[in-house]
């Protein structure tokens, strides 16, 4: 059983051609979904805990081979929840903002690695304890790197961790931390 586990993974990892659509002239479009969970330090009974679910389009133009720059949107449902008894918080937050990503490999392999950095703006709108509160202009910085698994030479699913930073406009404190994603995204070809 091994020996076949391991012929099919040689086979499917290092020696299927695949030939990704990563050359000057492509379009890339897509986007992914990401989970992030915090929890305050040191754990205390007035600790705090927060979910962040982030949804995020993506398109881009391919510059340069493996090269793309392009546009992403956020779209961000944060909770939140602190003290004993519990005070809760729930924010959305919708923010937009360029994007740069180099793959590392050529495009012949079924898989590839690609490093990503974006800054987005936008706003949040947030209400504690069901009370609605005025929006504030928000940011954030990212950086992800991960393998992306070619199906086809146009279509790709990628698994991607990094780190980000995000705060509101104006303040020099914010949030930071670890982040996971899955993302789906199709290389669409050039016109020759």
């Not at 995020?56 to 956020?74: E, N, Q, R």
């Amino acid at each position: 059983m091994k020996p076949l586990f391991f012929t099919i993974f040689y086979y499917c990892f290092f020696n299927y051609n695949a030939d990704a659509q990563l050359t000057k002239g492509c379009w890339l479009t897509g986007g992914d979904a990401s989970f992030k969970s915090i929890t305050s330090s040191p754990h205390t009974s007035t600790g705090s805990t927060q979910s962040i679910t982030e949804i995020s389009p993506i398109i881009g133009y391919f510059f340069f081979d493996k090269f793309s720059a392009g546009l992403k949107a956020d779209i961000l449902f944060n909770h939140y929840s602190i003290g004993d008894p519990r005070i809760t918080s729930n924010s959305s937050n919708y923010l937009f903002g360029p994007y740069l990503r180099y793959y590392f490999l050529n495009g012949d392999k079924i898989v590839n690695l690609l490093a990503e950095a974006n800054y987005e703006y936008g706003i949040s709108t947030i209400k504690n304890d069901g009370v609605s509160q005025k929006p504030s202009k928000y940011q954030q910085f990212t950086f992800m790197a991960g393998p992306a698994f070619f199906f086809t030479r146009s279509v790709a699913l990628e698994f991607t961790v990094g780190y980000y930073y995000a705060n509101e406009i104006g303040f020099n404190s914010g949030n930071r931390g670890f982040q996971m994603g899955l993302g789906f995204m199709i290389h669409l070809e050039r016109d020759n």
